[in-house]
């Protein structure tokens, strides 16, 4: 699994422990919902799986960069379980 930061272009400084912690929180969830949604024989160790977690609009969505064959099951309800209230 593979998160890719948004940060505004005058964020110059960002607090590395908050990030590794939300990581850390978002890790278990996602995990679930994907485990949910797709069952455990999609992507053995979960490495296809991209997020963009946008601190700016302070959410998470599931990049282009996911296969669009398990992209498109998981947008069904990814943004009301996970993406809304991430950060």
Not at 35 to 42: A, F, N, R
Not at 62 to 71: G, H, M, W
Request: aromatic share 12%.
């Amino acid at each position: 699994m593979h998160f890719h930061w948004i940060f505004d272009g005058n964020q110059d400084r960002v607090d590395q422990k908050e990030l590794i912690e939300l990581e850390y929180q978002l890790r278990p969830r996602i995990t679930r919902f994907i485990m949910d949604t797709l069952g455990i024989d999609s992507c053995d160790d979960f490495s296809c799986f991209h997020f963009d977690l946008d601190i700016v609009r302070r959410e998470i969505r599931i990049s282009e960069k996911t296969p669009e064959e398990y992209a498109k099951l998981l947008r069904v309800g990814f943004q009301d379980e996970i993406g809304t209230s991430c950060c």
